[in-house]
T-cell receptor, first 111, second 115 residues
């Protein structure tokens, strides 16, 4: 079982719709959760981070964390073609100093 | 501007050659990290350093070496022992130490290929 799992996609949504990206993790003691956006050929850039159960909103982005079910999700409201990218979920697990990354979900927003 | 600078952007390695990738940060971060990304894959940890003159192996350290002689710099050497070095190499940093939950920020990456 992979430590951090994401559906590879592609996830295709029409412009203006809500995109929902999901991530599950295996280490129940994980403390911190991050979403990065990566455009093709570029390095990851931080979108959101969340530490506590519940929702955290920042503009069009909402991160949702459910530690009991061991999943974290990212919602993108009013999706734009410029949101088309790969979204990487990263988790800081128990006793680890660095992050463990999922393989990413490719999002395509259709104009 | 504060940030993480990786160089070169593209690098080619010949058979049996060692090559060194540079990573410099002016964010006053204690912790620095090296990751490798293969096409369609997530990032895998090669080495990390929480403080000057100290570093630890990550999940895929074989065939790589690092040094941390200065807080600002964390170069990665890809040795000839790394038989499949073609990948996108990413350097990251964060505050580290008691702030290890803080987000990591990335440089622009170095793309390494075999000649």
């Amino acid at each position: 079982q992979k430590e951090v799992e994401q559906n590879s996609g592609p996830l295709s949504v029409p412009e203006g719709a809500i995109a929902s990206l999901n991530c599950t993790y295996s280490d129940r003691g994980s403390q911190s959760f991050f979403w990065y956006r990566q455009y093709s050929g570029k390095s990851p850039e931080l979108i959101m981070f969340i530490y506590s159960n519940g929702d955290k909103e920042d503009g069009r982005f909402t991160a949702q964390l459910n530690k009991a079910s061991q999943y974290v999700s990212l919602l993108i409201r009013d999706s734009q073609p410029s949101d088309s990218a790969t979204y990487l979920c990263a988790v800081k697990g128990t006793g680890r100093r660095a992050l463990t990354f999922g393989s990413g979900t490719r999002l395509q927003v259709q104009p | 501007d504060g940030g993480i600078t990786q160089s070169p952007k593209y690098l080619f390695r010949k058979e049996g050659q060692n090559v060194t990738l540079s990573c410099e940060q002016n964010l006053n971060h204690d912790a620095m990290y090296w990751y490798r990304q293969d096409p369609g894959q997530g990032l895998r940890l090669i080495y990390y350093s929480q403080i000057v003159n100290d570093f630890q192996k990550g999940d895929i350290a074989e065939g790589y070496s690092v040094s941390r002689e200065k807080k600002e710099s964390f170069p990665l050497t890809v040795t000839s022992a790394q038989k499949n070095p073609t990948a996108f190499y990413l350097c990251a940093s964060n505050l580290g130490s008691g702030n290890s939950n803080q987000p990591q920020h990335f440089g622009d990456g170095t793309r390494l290929s075999i000649l």
